[in-house]
């Protein structure tokens, strides 16, 4: 409870790194062109998968839905982290920093689900390749895409609904470079027991049990590949799904390096570091990944850069002559 002679936070004060002196702006500059890189790169592989009719399958279709998740995701936390470097700190209100935390934390969740349902169209498409056709219809994908975005929004609203029934009315600085959920739940003056047991649960149903789930599908994929009698098939048939296992290591790699790793001293510095790999390194490599390891993803962007570049020349020839 906040005594009579304090009263409630309304602004936070986002510390970041400190003083990095001319790393900043060096910083800065990389931070800017990685997040237009994931934008760009991301952007990409949605209007290529629209725009091509090779590309219209499960596959592909969950993809984009990932993709647009991570323009999501890294634009919830990317402008403050600018702000943060350019300004050797930021000032938010406390109603703002929890309702970054919200999407951040929601889109997550999301990001997670999706590649848990990539995983599950995987295992379909490779280890039940006669019913795939039946299994994964128009109506299951857009069911289990839609189940995805609504469960990880709902269920994030549950922790940060417990968020603002905290007080805070002592320090207000958050020393991190954006809101996250442990620099929020630090600065509160009253008991956060029920805070962290509902970010507990959160975490085993929405981070633990879809990573032991994929794993298992990858499991039960990787002895169906084994049985394959030629070589050729075996390579052709784990290619289908190496660029989506590369994102998976790639994503809860970072997330369990971040957040399961103690924060202690020179530690806490460095996971701010690694904080900005997860926010904006994953979403631009994401793409680069799904594309270099995907022939039929190649093609098709060759082609819709082709179409884009004659339509410009039209365009431009048009303008000229009138």
Request: hydrophobic letters at 45%; one cysteine or more.
């Amino acid at each position: 409870m906040c005594s009579q002679n304090q009263s409630g936070i309304l602004q936070l004060r986002l510390q970041g790194f400190g003083k990095l002196f001319y790393m900043e702006t060096a910083l800065f500059i990389l931070i800017f062109q990685m997040y237009a890189a994931a934008l760009v790169g991301n952007i990409l592989i949605i209007l290529t998968v629209l725009e091509s009719p090779k590309l219209h399958s499960p596959m592909y279709f969950f993809l984009s839905n990932l993709s647009l998740c991570e323009i999501m995701f890294t634009t919830v936390v990317t402008p403050t982290i600018l702000q943060v470097l350019w300004s050797s700190g930021g000032t938010v209100t406390l109603y703002q920093c929890i309702t970054q935390f919200y999407f951040y934390a929601s889109t997550g969740a999301v990001e997670i689900l999706l590649l848990n349902t990539m995983a599950f169209d995987r295992y379909q498409a490779i280890c039940n390749p006669l019913r795939y056709s039946l299994t994964m219809g128009s109506k299951t994908q857009r069911f289990l895409v839609c189940l995805d975005w609504v469960a990880g929004f709902i269920v994030m609203s549950i922790s940060t609904t417990a968020i603002c029934s905290l007080e805070f009315c002592g320090s207000s600085k958050i020393d991190h470079v954006f809101c996250d959920l442990e620099p929020i739940i630090e600065l509160s003056s009253t008991e956060t027991f029920v805070v962290r047991t509902i970010a507990l649960v959160i975490t085993i149903l929405f981070c633990f049990l879809p990573f032991m789930l994929i794993i298992a599908s990858y499991i039960s994929i990787f002895f169906t590949i084994l049985r394959i009698s030629s070589r050729t098939g075996r390579l052709k048939t784990f290619s289908t799904c190496s660029s989506h296992l590369a994102s998976v290591f790639l994503y809860f790699g970072s997330l369990f390096i971040i957040y399961l790793v103690p924060s202690q001293g020179n530690s806490k510095k460095l996971k701010k570091f690694l904080s900005l790999s997860f926010i904006v390194l994953t979403p631009m490599l994401n793409p680069v990944i799904y594309t270099l390891r995907n022939q039929d993803i190649k093609t098709s962007l060759k082609v819709y850069m082709c179409y884009l570049e004659q339509k410009y020349l039209v365009h431009r020839n048009f303008s000229n002559r009138h």
